[in-house]
């Protein structure tokens, strides 16, 4: 039988060990993985770089191979949050099939203590997943509204649909353009250090 990666133990075995190392529930090997894998976390808040955190890592383990070392590094940033990123993608459903799976063992024993911890893990469950917002937003909204251009001409505020903006004439467009850019008319050369810059 293969062995579970530390990414496939339970977030409470994980959790226990970091609490109380000395009782730790994780194997020997896990809980070496995972203290080089919290202290890469540490250098990496420090030294975000990952070609400086590996070689900090590796002085502080020199006995590590480069794979392993940058192995540990991968998996830092994925499971410690950092000052620099936090993948939600990879958290987010790591944490919920935790919680469910301890519903479903807790529903299966049917104790009282287990209904509780079925309704705390509700709760959690409740938290990871967030409120359901009371307004879905609607991805046609833009759709719904028009925009408007303000332009003030002359002390006078006129009101440009964006939507029509191309149904203009060509010499209202002309004036727009060389009141927008400042009073100066752009000529092919100023078009090409525009595009060019």
């Known amino acids: 039988m293969a062995r ?8 409470e075995l994980i959790k226990a060990h970091i609490i109380d190392p ?22 990496l808040d420090k030294n975000p770089t990952i070609k400086h955190a590996v070689a900090l890592h590796k002085s ?32 987010l459903p790591w944490i919920m099939n935790d919680i469910i799976e301890n519903i479903k063992r807790c529903r299966i024993s049917d104790t009282f203590n287990d209904r509780r911890v079925i309704a705390q893990e509700h709760a ?11 307004e879905i937003p609607d991805p046609n909204r833009n ?12 002390n006078t505020n006129v009101k ?11 010499d209202t467009l002309r004036e727009l353009n060389r009141i927008l850019i400042g ?9 090409v250090e525009i595009m060019e810059s």
């Open 124 to 134: 959690n469950l409740l938290k990871a997943i967030g409120e359901r917002p009371e």
């Open 22 to 43: 000395e009782n730790s529930p994780l194997s020997v090997e896990h809980q070496e993985i995972l203290d080089r894998v919290v202290s890469m976390s540490k250098i």
């Open 60 to 91: 502080k383990y020199p006995e590590l191979s480069d794979t392993t070392a940058y192995r540990d590094a991968r998996l830092a940033r994925k499971l410690y949050n950092s000052f620099h990123e936090f993948d939600y993608d990879f958290w």
């Open 183 to 191: 009073g100066h008319e752009i000529d092919e050369r100023g078009a």
């Open 160 to 170: 440009i649909d964006i939507t029509n903006l191309h149904k203009l004439p060509e």
């Open 4 to 11: 579970k990666a530390l990414t496939d133990q339970k977030y």
């Open 143 to 154: 759709e719904k509204h028009q925009f408007y251009l303000m332009v003030n001409v002359n």
